[in-house]
């Protein structure tokens, strides 16, 4: 079912088709999966999670008009399940001192190397473990704009419907995000270099 597009896979699964809803998990399931990671500290509470937005999914897909991509409409019930996940446990979606120092002290020295040079670390894939450990202490938002533009390739007029922001707001947070990471990698190849 693979040639099949997203309006007949919709179709078929609102006819009753069980197996082109499975057809259709395989094909967004990536997508709701970086989300929900991105979004989400607690690993126990991810598979839920993603339990739960196929839920809605599969309940509101008589509701699609096709007015966006399908791919846009998945990421925004994938996107609202984890804020109102985060609005339950109280933990912020951004941190207006981010810039300054990390609120509870987490830096990146658990991630230096051994005495490596930052080249050697690159040639070794470590510099890929430094940016996912980066990604990973940005805050909610910023982690889910870099998701969903350069994992996702998504446009900044679908990651603001996804995300129920101003596409502006949209721009600024990606540009904050990338000076975030920028910050933190400096820093830490700066002492990895200090310690060499």
Known sequence: ????????LIDAILA?????????????????????????????????????????IYHNLGT??????????VAKI??????????????PLLENNYLEEDKNGITL?????????????VEQENAAALIQAAIEQLPVHYRSVITLYHLHEMSYAEISEIMGLPEGTVKSYLFRARKILRHKLARVYAEEAAVT
């Not at 991105?38 to 937005?53: C, F, H, K, P, S």
């Not at 994938?78 to 933990?91: G, M, P, R």
Request: proline share 1%; glycine share 4%; net charge positive.
């Open 64 to 73: 699609f008009r096709f007015a966006s991509k399908v791919s846009t409409w």
């Open 109 to 121: 020295e658990r991630f230096r190397g051994d005495g490596q040079s930052p080249l050697e670390s």
């Open 1 to 8: 079912m693979s040639d099949v597009t997203d309006k007949d």
């Open 16 to 56: 009753g088709n069980q197996r082109a809803f499975e057809e259709f998990m395989q094909r967004y399931k990536n997508l709701v999966r970086h989300i929900i990671v991105r979004m989400i500290a607690n690993t126990a509470d991810r598979e839920d999670l993603g339990q739960e937005v196929f839920f809605k």
């Open 78 to 91: 994938a996107h609202n399940a984890c804020v109102n996940y985060l609005q339950k446990k109280k933990i």
